[in-house]
């Protein structure tokens, strides 16, 4: 049956810049720390199998996904649902993928990443920033993803950035 798995890589964006009170929440930019964890995440998928990325249109959800797209070498795909998304709204995301593709990568935000991991897996780690989940579903079609049939099969979180 693993021919009908599908792998699902939840990643939650690097850190953030708050410098800047005036810029919309939506509008904030990577901090020098999430530029630099970007490119620990970009190096550790280098050379996975991802058929997808779908990422959250926020700017520094753009900015997490730009070198790890680069490395994976697949198609991004920029999704308004998934700024300020819950868990359901990502469970629906989940749903619509096109079935050809069998991995997928969703670049997203806490708390949703957190409770889309818990719902799927009736578990989750804390994703800090830049933290990435990979679920494994049973499932030959995306639409059929269902809460509590994903397993958590790997989760890392980057090394302190050396300075």
Known sequence: ???????????????????????????RPLNKRGRRVREWVADH?????????VCSTARRARDTAEPVVAALGCPVRYDD?????????LLDVARSL?????AVMLVGH?????EFTKLLCDTTPRYVTA??????????????VAPG???LVGFVTPK???A
């Open 98 to 102: 096109p079935d050809d593709d069998r």
């Open 131 to 144: 933290a990435l989940g990979t679920i494994s579903l049973d499932v030959e079609r995306w639409a059929d």
């Open 160 to 162: 302190k950035p050396t």
């Open 1 to 27: 049956m693993g021919e009908l798995v599908k792998t699902l890589h939840v990643l939650r964006h690097a850190k953030s810049d708050w410098s800047d009170e005036g810029l919309a929440d939506h509008e």
């Open 110 to 114: 806490n708390p949703a990443v957190e």
């Open 45 to 53: 998928v280098r050379g996975w199998h991802v058929d997808l990325v």
């Open 81 to 89: 649902a998934l700024y300020g998304a819950g868990s359901e709204t």
């Open 149 to 151: 049939h994903g397993a």
